[in-house]
């Protein structure tokens, strides 16, 4: 469909490391997901089963075990905390693909293209409730406040982000502010809960949530880097998608600028035409991956993500080394060169 | 449209002497609900406000603060449960409009109408994150349990609901089953979440939720028998709404065990063909009812309601005579003469 060269995926991930420090947390974390999300109305653990058990990387629970372990945490309570941020994820998953009207999900069709709107955003309001069951049972009141937080920002980034659909004007700050709510939100809380949990300083606290948040913000800006191709994707979403909805990603806005700075007034009219009146053809995707290219705007992405990625690496400072600050380094450097 | 006799509305509503002692607890309710549905995002506070500040009777918080008094409760922690409360009932009836493709709500145009579905599921996230806020600002845990177990029981009965529409061979049990979780846990856990924050005796504790719970189920059936007609509502549902949506509610369970038992086949072929086949003409409404008051379903859903609207009375025993308790056995008893 692209004229983009697809890159090839490395064979052993580079979180191996981490996805092995942490496999035993994991197992427990995916217990308490698999039990947590049954329910006596069948078509609950069907619905959310299709969405929970598939594909995804678990990459926000994974967050909260290492932060755990990077604490020196000694209980059991962050099993149940990762357990909660990855619902939070899934109801926010099963929200957006109804807003987007999305139809695919990590190469699987969208529970709301199978069971429809209703039982999508019904499931999701249960994962959620249930999200804060698991955070009451840990007892920690100081993860509930984080991560309820977390929850009423996502949703204001959501809806800012909806708001400035198709805005052609956005600026690269308010691109920032959207996805550091809609997306680095969850990332900070996810890794702030487990040094709540812990007990430790404050000064540990907030380095890892500056980790978390940094994370997020590289992690959104390559996943709205690859919409525009230039990585394969085993399980991920389809490239254009973005593009297709008209959605404002940083490519886009840097486009965009480069084409009024530089007086181009055709590649200007083309972007308000496809963004703005959203006025698509067939051919237009393909344009505009030329324009980002010619323009070095995806390049430019990434080297935005790739500073907020070294940006998380460097909040890690006041953790002693460990194989788990070197896991977490290793994530921050995965994200931004291939992930999903 | 219909042919059903209108009873006027009583001038003085027999929940004024509530409304009278509540109002400076409600105005306090209302000053929190409407600071903490604030956003710089501006489509939230406008939707929200849209929904929240118009024309709801504020049934729950109400309920919160009637049984916060009751226990003497002395802080103010139940001011913020009431509005974490009233943010939960507006977050689901965000939901429920969507899921239900309605158009009014209150006589007045649904934010689904007029904002469309995305900004409705995206603020219902907002604002029931914001009444976990709101939870956690109280500092109890009993009362975040409370109200995250409930809300994962009301999105339990509205998928319940979503399964069993249309089917015309729904049992009393199961109907019971889905509106004791979609409504009466809420109204439970709003009278359940002061004797806790209060620490009052298990026993008061029970006496309160076992009250909230008949109460909502009496609410729910009176819900359910107004929807053909019967009362008018000054700013309620429209007449013949559960009727168009195919909504299996006991009224018809009613009249179509009676047919079945009396062997009344044209009835049986009419409520099939309404429900089941959703096969419908403007005149069916006015059969259904013809059908409901020849069967005498209406009335003995009614009797259902003021069966359980007893039974909340009853469950005040272990509180000594007060206003607060009068007032409570006087709303139980407004609740099912009419009420929305």
Redesign the interface.
């Known amino acids: 469909m692209t004229a983009i060269k697809k890159q090839p995926i490395p064979s052993l991930s580079p979180i191996d490391h981490l996805l092995d420090l942490a496999a035993e947390d994991m197992q427990a974390v995916d217990a308490i997901i698999v039990e947590r999300m049954q329910?006596?109305?069948?078509?609950?653990p069907d619905l959310a089963d299709h969405l929970v058990s598939a594909g995804g990387k678990r990459l926000r629970p994974l967050l909260t075990i290492a932060s755990a372990h990077l604490c020196e945490y000694e209980g059991i309570g962050h099993h149940k905390l990762a357990a909660a941020v990855e619902f939070i994820h899934s109801?926010?998953l099963l929200?957006d693909d109804?807003?987007d009207i999305s139809d695919k999900r990590r190469g699987k069709k969208t529970a709301n293209l199978i069971w429809g709107?209703?039982?999508s955003?019904?499931?999701g309001?249960?994962l959620?409730?249930?999200a804060?069951?698991l955070?009451?049972e840990t007892?920690s009141?100081g993860a509930?406040?984080i991560l309820?937080?977390a929850?009423?920002v996502?949703?204001?980034g959501?809806?800012?982000q909806?708001?400035a659909l198709r805005d052609i004007d956005m600026s690269v700050e308010t691109y920032l502010e959207i996805i550091g709510a809609k997306t680095a939100a969850l990332f900070a809380a996810a890794a702030e809960v487990s040094p709540v949990l812990a007990n430790v300083s404050t000064k540990k606290r907030n380095a890892l949530r500056t980790y978390g948040q940094e994370l997020g913000i590289a992690f959104q800006l390559v996943d709205d880097s690859l919409d525009y191709g230039g990585f394969e994707l085993s399980l991920g979403k389809s490239v254009g998608d973005d593009f297709r909805e008209g959605k404002m990603t940083l490519p886009v806005i840097l486009a965009y600028a480069n084409a009024l700075k530089t007086k181009d007034e055709i590649a200007a009219i083309f972007w308000r035409r496809v963004i703005t009146e959203h006025n698509q053809r067939d051919i237009d995707l393909d344009n505009a991956i030329t324009l980002l290219q010619k323009t070095n705007a995806l390049n430019d992405s990434l080297d935005a993500a790739r500073t907020h990625s070294d940006l998380a690496i460097a909040a890690l400072k006041p953790f002693k080394a460990s194989p788990w600050k070197s896991a977490l380094t290793e994530l921050a450097a995965f994200v931004v060169n291939r992930v999903h």
């Open positions: 329910s006596s109305v069948g078509m609950i109801a926010t929200h109804v807003v709107n209703a039982p955003i019904l499931v309001d249960f959620f409730a249930r804060f069951n955070m009451v007892g009141m509930l406040e309820s937080t929850s009423s996502i949703a204001e959501e809806v800012q909806l708001a």
